[in-house]
């Protein structure tokens, strides 16, 4: 019966311009007044943070500040912060932030209830029982943590990156107000907005796939390749962040329901091994590992292709998919993404080491649409190495 499918997720999304104001009321509904906010020290410093902070403040909540979240977090941070929220009793977590401190605030949420260390839950279902409701608000368009059951850590003494994978850590409530991600410098939306794409790519072509998730993923994928030059380039521009808020969230929904794929696996080694941070890794990855992967799937990456509007003539399955890759290619190059591992200064020689870590990243490996070995996975870093 391993093939039932089956659908779980968060309970509340609150969507539009303005519902950062809605904050504190969601928390009085959660019948929480005690409440620990997550987030990282530079956007606690930030416009964006302050105004953030002056909406809960004048709320009427005793809030619980942890503004200690660092880029590519260590399960320490959620270790130390969990043992604040236990002091204090809160009864509710906030995160406001990017991917890391979403996944860091998920994890003190269970951590909360179930005790022990972050990376005693790191693998899949290891998590007893729920933890204190989360409330997420993105102020990225790109993880889709808000609403998926995984929180990602770096683990820098092994070298190596693991999740908490449990449906006790879908979280509560996702507020995506796109007026937070107006400040957002053009890399950042850049490196961000393919993560995304990633998600929406890999999700639409995982062996996982279902026929719920594939229109989500491919709705994702269409705005997406829509409107990411746009929230790079006019970043002022409220209906591209808008566009980009709504596609990042829908590529959590597929990723959070069919997963990602050998994009994912190949990145995490990049962020183990040289903090190369997320969406860069899959960013330059996602043009070669597609350039791979379309043979194993010609009618999915023909759909991708139509999706990303290339369309201009009636063509076969096979030059479509075809037409997907270079597609994703000329969008990465567009916006800026770096296209040569050389330029991250990753040395050629770690391409062996990383290739066998990418292998051990198992799941999304298993999702891959085409099958992939070490030599496979280490003509795909070498490949991204030169450049072709
Ligand atoms: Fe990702």
């Not at 503004?67 to 977090?73: A, G, I, K, N, R």
């Not at 899949?124 to 943590?145: E, F, H, Q, W, Y």
């Not at 269409?222 to 790079?232: D, F, H, Q, T």
């Not at 860069?280 to 759909?303: C, S, T």
Request: contains cysteine.
């Amino acid at each position: 019966m391993n093939n039932l499918i089956t659908i779980e997720g968060l309970k509340k999304t609150v969507f539009g311009v303005g519902a950062i104001c809605s904050i504190s009321s969601e928390c009085r509904s959660l019948g929480a007044s005690r409440v620990m906010v997550v987030m990282d020290r530079a956007l606690s410093r930030s416009e964006t943070g302050g105004r953030v902070q002056d909406v809960l403040q004048g709320g009427d909540l005793e809030i619980i500040p942890y503004f200690e979240v660092t880029p590519e977090p260590s399960p320490a941070l959620a270790d130390n912060g969990a043992a604040i929220a236990v002091e204090a009793k809160v009864q509710c977590v906030v995160a406001i932030g990017g991917g890391s401190t979403l996944d860091v605030a998920k994890a003190i949420g269970v951590l909360f209830t179930n005790g022990g260390k972050a990376l005693d839950y790191v693998g899949l279902n290891l998590v007893k029982k729920p933890g204190l409701p989360t409330i997420m608000v993105p102020t990225t368009a790109g993880t889709g943590s808000e609403v998926t059951f995984t929180s990602v850590f770096t683990m820098r003494e092994t070298k190596s990156k693991g999740g908490i994978n449990s449906p006790f850590l879908y979280p509560h409530t996702a507020i995506l107000d796109p007026g937070l991600t107006i400040g957002l410098p053009p890399l950042v939306t850049a490196f961000t907005g393919m993560d995304a794409l990633t998600h929406a790519i890999e999700s639409f072509t995982s062996l996982q796939a279902h026929f719920m998730s594939e229109p989500i993923s491919l709705k994702a994928v269409e705005i997406i390749s829509a409107n990411l030059r746009g929230a790079v380039f006019k970043g002022g521009d409220m209906a591209f962040r808008r566009n980009m808020l709504q596609a990042s969230y829908l590529a959590g929904l597929g990723l959070a329901m069919a997963g990602v794929g050998a994009v994912h696996a190949l990145a995490y080694p990049l962020g183990a091994f040289f903090d190369i941070p997320h969406g860069i890794a899959n960013g330059l990855l996602l043009p070669y590992v597609l350039e791979y992967n379309y043979p194993g799937d010609m009618a999915k990456f023909a759909r991708i292709a139509r999706a990303m509007g290339e369309t201009r003539n009636e063509r076969s399955d096979r030059d479509l998919a075809a037409l997907a890759v270079k597609a994703v290619r000329n969008l990465a190059q567009d916006i800026g993404v770096p296209l040569t591992l050389a330029e991250l200064g990753v040395p050629e020689e770690s391409i062996p080491e990383m290739a066998e870590a990418a292998m051990k990243v198992t799941r999304p490996m298993e999702n891959n649409p085409r099958p992939m070995s070490t030599a496979a996975a280490i003509e795909i870093y070498g490949k991204a190495f030169k450049g072709r």
